[in-house]
Antibody
């Protein structure tokens, strides 16, 4: 059974940093592109970043470029999101999601971790 | 950048009724169009991929159609568990950037 379990969310002050983790199991993690998708309270879904199988390709939504870094450790079956210079508008539930092999959609999602940026 | 528009924003229907949700893209997305269902407090769940293919375990009352810029999600007869928010999603050619529509909420009339 495919499982994605996020952790690392919490309350952080504006300008602060946070590192999210996603532990994957039930599939060959190193064979899949992975993404982070977020959802602000009461709002819709926003794709944040993705990373290819070996970590050599990474893409970001414009609003987080230069502030967020996606990475992975295939030996640990883990995905990460390092978030720096956090802003109030980054407040959201952050989901880890697996891409289908054709990299067209998200076939499995974690349950999410809440990040709140507030003073 | 491709923008997805969903209509209506809210659809108020009764169990047993047919629901038709629309997703329109600002430019052609070929068949790279997916639909997700999200219930309160839960992660999204993939329903339809490549515009018209049901994901594993999705009931046959869910169907998707369309191509190019206009797509639909149809729920043939609403069950109580179908009242939720539905999002469409597309992928740009390259680099692989993803966008979601704003969502359609299907609520009980």
């Amino acid at each position: 059974e495919v499982q994605l379990v996020e952790s690392g969310g919490g309350l952080v002050q504006p300008g602060g940093s946070l590192r999210l983790s996603c532990a994957a199991s039930g599939f060959t993690f190193s064979s899949y592109w992975m993404s982070w998708v977020r959802q602000a309270p009461g709002k819709g879904l926003e794709w944040v970043a993705n990373i290819n199988q070996d970590g050599s390709e990474k893409y970001y939504v414009d609003s987080v470029k230069g502030r967020f870094t996606i990475s992975r450790d295939n030996a640990k079956n883990s995905l990460y999101l390092q978030m720096n210079s956090l802003r109030a508008e980054d407040t959201a539930v952050y989901y880890c999601a697996r891409h289908n092999p054709q990299l067209a959609y998200f076939d499995y999602w974690g349950q999410g971790t809440l990040v709140t940026v507030s003073s | 950048e491709i923008v997805l528009t969903q209509s209506p924003a809210t659809l108020s229907l009764s169990p047993g009724e047919r629901a038709t949700l629309s997703c329109r893209a600002s430019q052609s997305v070929s068949s790279y169009l997916a639909w997700y269902q999200q219930k309160p407090g839960q992660a999204p769940r993939l329903l339809i991929y490549d515009a018209s293919n049901r994901a594993t375990g999705i009931p046959a009352r869910f169907s998707g159609g369309g191509s190019g810029t206009d797509f639909t999600l149809t729920i043939s007869s609403l069950e109580p568990e179908d009242f939720a928010v539905y999002y469409c999603q597309q992928r740009s050619n390259w680099p692989p950037l993803f966008t979601f529509g704003p969502g359609t909420k299907v609520d009980i009339k």
